[in-house]
């Protein structure tokens, strides 16, 4: 990975990072009893800071299937947060919903592209020579 590059991931680790302690946050302040959905939600968070590690400093992290796998609940948790976004009620408030918007694209489209290289197309990693 160009250097360049690999700057740029590393601080949007440290953007997912932060982005992942505010809803962990929220979920763990927010209520009263833990739902399956909110625990799927922290597994989801864990595993794709994991995957996103790995796919930054080119690690193999536990095995190619699971990320594999690992990518459809995963994007499908990310449309489901960003239909969310879109779909929630700002009022008068049209400048917080471009907000809104604006960060979860900036955390869905560079986290989907991640995890797809990482998974799909990084056959250097997952090969048995590397």
């Known amino acids: 990975m160009n250097l360049r590059f690999k700057k740029f991931w590393e601080i949007y680790l440290f953007y997912y990072a932060l ?8 979920l763990f302040m927010d209520q009263t009893e833990t739902t399956t959905l909110a625990v799927v939600e922290i597994l989801l968070l864990i595993f794709g800071a994991y995957g996103l590690y790995g796919f ?5 992290l536990i095995n ?21 976004v879109v779909t929630s009620d700002y009022d008068e408030y049209f400048s917080a919903f471009v ?3 604006l960060i979860s694209l900036l ?3 560079p986290f989907t ?6 998974s799909y197309f990084s056959d250097r990693i997952w090969s048995n020579t590397a």
């Open 19 to 26: 982005n992942c302690v505010v809803v962990l946050y929220d």
């Open 56 to 60: 930054i400093y080119q690690k193999r």
């Open 64 to 84: 190619r299937l699971f990320w594999q796998i690992f990518c459809v609940p995963f994007t499908v948790f990310l449309s489901y947060s960003f239909f969310n």
């Open 99 to 101: 907000v809104a918007v």
């Open 107 to 109: 955390l869905i489209v």
């Open 113 to 118: 592209y991640a995890m797809l290289k990482y």
